[in-house]
């Protein structure tokens, strides 16, 4: 038996919004609509950690993660 894992992302939106004013913040330039130009590459390595896992340990298990994103 292995693990298997959901996870609910509330709010992506605004967790992209605090990206652009930290952004802005740290004089750094802004892509479209102000936002920071690697805003698409962070939020892609967030929603690419989903998928099937294989657990640590004894006997050999497989899992999953899945990850809902509003």
């Known amino acids: 038996m292995g693990y298997n894992v959901a996870m609910m992302a509330d709010s992506t939106s605004r967790w992209a919004e605090a990206l652009r004013e930290i952004s802005g913040r740290l004089a750094e330039m802004p892509a479209d609509s102000g936002y ?23 006997p050999e298990r497989e899992g999953s993660v899945s990850i809902v994103g509003a």
């Open 36 to 58: 920071p130009a690697y805003l698409g590459t962070r939020l892609a390595s967030f929603y690419e950690r989903a998928g099937r896992v294989r657990c640590l340990g004894n």
